[in-house]
């Protein structure tokens, strides 16, 4: 039973494409995020959803999108991707993104750029 | 700005030793600090989380210590293991709302 679920785990694509990242959580989470770790492995945030509703929003081009259909799922389309969107894309939750509870991730999408 | 600071460089110990990592803030006060655990090609896992009241927190031979004065925390592994070789990230919330981490520290544990 996997607490944090992204598809897909690899993702190869041309400059230019269009592309989604898919995440589910089954932990009953009210927040969920996503953070890009680049290739000095430091972890930024993205974005941050609270029972579908947006509320952090970084500084991140437009051509990323963030949807959340329902609390259980947060999904990220990325446009015109570019070679320096290559990195790995965690998305993660936490009970109701108050500081007193730990996040969740999971394993991680590393998105190449070609 | 906020900025959270662990030593970039790796920590190689020998098995069986105690490991003591870093992580030092600056520019403002969190009243959590949390730390997590990053295995290659994994997401971090967290660990512990720290609240600013307590000074100290233990679970199984991890050991968590917060000094609000010093504006720093240190994270313990007693009796350490092999399979305890991974990447260290610490973590708090900064004035907006936002979880932000550290660089990590790697640790290695030599048989």
């Known amino acids: 039973d996997t607490a944090v679920s992204q598809t897909p785990k690899y993702l190869v694509t041309q400059m230019g494409n269009d592309k989604s990242i898919k995440c589910e959580q089954n932990l009953g989470h009210d927040t969920m995020y996503w953070y890009k770790q680049d290739s000095k492995k430091f972890l930024k945030i993205m974005f941050s959803?609270?029972?579908?509703?947006?509320?952090i929003n970084e500084t991140v081009p437009n051509r990323f999108s963030p949807k959340s259909p329902d609390k259980a799922h947060l999904n990220l389309h990325i446009n015109s991707l570019e070679l320096g969107d290559s990195a790995v894309y965690f998305c993660?939750?936490?009970?109701?993104?108050?500081?007193?509870?730990?996040?969740?991730f999971g394993s991680g999408t590393r998105l190449t750029v070609v | 700005s906020q900025k959270i600071e662990q030593n970039s460089e790796a920590l190689n110990i020998q098995e069986g030793k105690t490991a003591t990592l870093t992580c030092n803030y600056t520019?403002?006060?969190?009243?959590?600090l949390q730390w997590y655990r990053q295995d290659p090609g994994r997401g971090p896992v967290f660990l512990l989380l720290?609240?600013?009241?307590?000074k100290e927190k233990r679970k199984e031979r991890l050991k968590v210590t917060f000094d609000t004065t010093l504006k720093q925390s240190l994270f313990h592994i007693t009796a350490s293991q092999p399979a305890d070789s991974a990447t260290y990230l610490c973590?708090?919330?900064?004035?907006?709302?936002?979880?932000?981490f550290g660089q990590g520290t790697e640790l290695s544990v030599k048989p």
């Open positions: 959803y609270n029972n579908k509703e947006l509320i």
């Open positions: 720290i609240r600013e009241n307590e």
């Open positions: 993660a939750s936490s009970q109701d993104g108050s500081e007193g509870y730990g996040y969740t």
């Open positions: 973590a708090l919330y900064n004035q907006g709302g936002k979880l932000i």
């Open positions: 520019n403002y006060s969190p009243a959590y």
